[in-house]
C-alpha cells in the first residue's frame, strides 16, 4: 500500500476516528494512542487489489481501530476484577461505565437513524418500514402502491441511503461513499450487542442494519463460487447477479439475475431468505436452486432439506428433496419434479427435457463468445438432452440432425451470430 495514500486517508480521518474512538473508550489521550497504533498496522499491511480506494482503506482503518478499542476494554474490565477490593466481580467499574457509554452511544445513534426516517417521504418510508419489518414482497409492495417493483427497490435504497448519511453525519465522517461500495450501517455506527428500546428506529435495527453484505457478479462464460460468513456457501452460475446481506435477525439474498445455487448452514436464530422476482425463498439450512430465467420466470429446485417458497400474490408452498417449482406471471406457479441432478452447470452440464429451442438457447448464450439466434419460426421446436457446456457450439451445429432446422453463422469477428432458423 503506498505511504502517500495511507498519509491521505489519516490525515482526512484522524479528528474523525479520534472522536469515534474516545466515545467508545471514554478516554481521548487512550483513543489517541490506540489510533495511533491503528495507523501502524495499516501502514504495515501488505498491498491489495483495492489499496487505490481511500473508501476501502478508510473503512479498514476504522475496523482496526474498533477492534483496538474493545481488546482495550476487555483488558480493562480484567484489571478491574483482579484488584477490585470489594471482591464484587459481577459488575466492574471499567464495564459499568462502558455499559453507560454504549447506552450514551446507541440512544444518539437511534435518534439519528430516527430523524432520518421521519425526514423521507410518507411513501418511502411507509414501502422501506413494510420492507424491513413486515418482510412484504416487492411485488405486493408494487400493487398496493400502484408502482412498479422497480421504484419499490429505488425507495428502499432511498431509505437506505439516508440512513446511512445520517450515522456518517453522527460519527463524524466526511467520506464520500463510493457508489456500489456501501459500508455496513452496524460499522459506521461502531457498536454491536444493541439491547434497548428506541421507538420505531430499534424495532427496525434487527431488520434493516445488515452485519455484512457482498454483491457479487459474473460475466458471460463465467462461473462463481463464494464462501459466506455463517459457513454457507453460494455457487453463481454465469450472467448472474446476487446481493448478499446478514441482519442481526435474517440473512438475505436478493437475486437479480442468473441462477444460484445455495448450500446454507442451519441457524433456526437467523433464517436464510432469499428474494428473487418478487417471491420469497426461506429456509433454515438446506441445499437448494434459484433460477431466474430470460423470460421473466423463476425456478426453485431442492437437493436437500426443506424450502418454503412464497410465489408473488400466491399462497406459500412447501418443497422438500427431489421437488421443484416453476413460475412465471402468466402460468402462476407449477409444482414439478426435480428430474435429474439439481443445478448441473456446477459440473459443466445444462439438462433440457422438452424445453422450446428458444429457451434452451437463451441457457446457452450466457456462455457463448459468438450472440445466438432463433428464428420465430423454430422458437417452439423442443430439444431433449444432455449438453456439454463447453462444447455448446459444437451441439448447436449438430441441431440439424435431430431437428428440422438449418444453423449458419453470419458476420465476421466480433459481430459474429449463430443463427437457427427453420428449413
Known amino acids: 500500500m503506498s505511504h502517500s495514500l495511507i498519509s ?26 490506540l489510533v495511533h497504533d491503528a495507523w501502524l498496522r495499516l501502514a ?9 480506494h481511500q473508501g476501502v482503506t478508510r473503512a479498514y482503518l476504522y475496523a482496526v481501530a474498533d477492534n483496538l478499542a474493545i481488546d482495550h476494554l476487555r483488558r480493562a474490565g480484567r484489571t478491574a476484577e483482579r484488584f477490585d477490593a470489594s471482591g464484587n466481580i459481577d459488575m466492574p467499574a471499567a464495564a459499568a461505565v462502558r455499559d453507560i457509554a454504549d447506552g450514551h452511544l446507541h440512544r444518539e445513534a437511534l435518534a439519528a437513524v430516527d430523524a432520518a426516517l421521519a ?5 418511502c418510508r411507509t414501502i422501506f418500514l413494510a420492507d424491513r419489518l413486515e418482510g412484504t414482497a416487492h411485488a405486493v409492495l408494487a400493487r398496493q402502491h400502484g408502482v412498479s ?28 461513499q463510493r457508489r456500489g461500495r456501501r459500508r ?70 436478493a437475486l437479480r439475475a442468473g441462477s444460484a445455487f445455495f448450500s446454507v448452514a442451519a441457524d433456526a436464530a437467523r433464517p436464510f431468505i432469499v428474494e428473487a422476482l418478487g417471491a ?21 429446485a431442492v437437493e436437500q432439506g426443506h424450502v418454503r417458497v412464497q410465489p408473488p400474490g400466491e399462497a406459500q408452498i412447501d418443497l422438500h428433496a427431489g421437488d421443484a417449482l416453476r413460475w412465471s406471471a402468466d402460468a402462476g406457479a407449477q409444482r414439478v419434479p426435480a428430474s435429474g441432478e439439481v443445478a448441473p452447470w456446477r459440473s459443466g ?18 456462455y457463448s463468445p459468438v450472440a445466438l439466434r432463433v428464428a420465430p419460426d423454430a ?38 451470430t449463430l443463427y437457427i432458423a427453420r428449413r
Open 44 to 52: 504495515e499491511r501488505g498491498p491489495s487489489a483495492d489499496e487505490s
Open 8 to 33: 491521505d486517508v489519516f490525515c482526512d480521518s484522524y479528528s474523525a476516528l479520534i472522536g469515534f474512538v474516545a466515545r467508545r473508550t471514554g478516554n481521548r489521550q487512550t483513543a489517541q494512542d
Open 149 to 176: 417493483v422497480k421504484t419499490i427497490e429505488r425507495e428502499v435504497r432511498h431509505a437506505l441511503d439516508a440512513v446511512e448519511a445520517a450515522l456518517l453525519r453522527w460519527r463524524g465522517d466526511t467520506a464520500v
Open 379 to 416: 422458437a417452439d421446436l423442443t430439444v431433449f438432452g444432455r449438453v456439454r457446456i463447453a462444447e455448446a457450439g459444437a451441439w448447436l451445429r449438430l441441431l440439424p440432425r435431430s431437428l428440422p432446422v438449418t444453423v449458419r453463422e453470419e458476420g465476421a469477428s466480433a459481430g459474429r
Open 280 to 300: 420469497r425463498i426461506t429456509v433454515v439450512g438446506t441445499r437448494f436452486e434459484v433460477a431466474v430465467g430470460d423470460a421473466g420466470d423463476l425456478r426453485v
Open 184 to 253: 455496513a450501517l452496524s460499522t459506521l455506527l461502531g457498536v454491536g450487542g444493541l439491547g434497548l428500546a428506541g421507538g420505531v428506529a430499534w424495532q427496525a435495527w434487527r431488520q434493516f442494519v445488515p452485519e455484512w453484505q457482498m454483491a457479487l457478479a459474473t460475466r458471460r462464460g463465467q462461473q462463481l463460487e463464494k464462501d459466506l460468513p455463517d459457513g454457507s456457501h453460494i455457487a453463481l452460475d454465469a450472467q448472474g447477479r446476487a446481493e448478499i446481506r446478514y441482519y442481526a435477525a435474517r440473512r438475505a439474498v
Open 349 to 366: 452440464w445444462l439438462d433440457f427435457r422438452h424445453v422450446p429451442l428458444q429457451q434452451a438457447v437463451q441457457r446457452l448464450a450466457r
Open 119 to 123: 425526514a423521507l417521504p410518507e411513501r
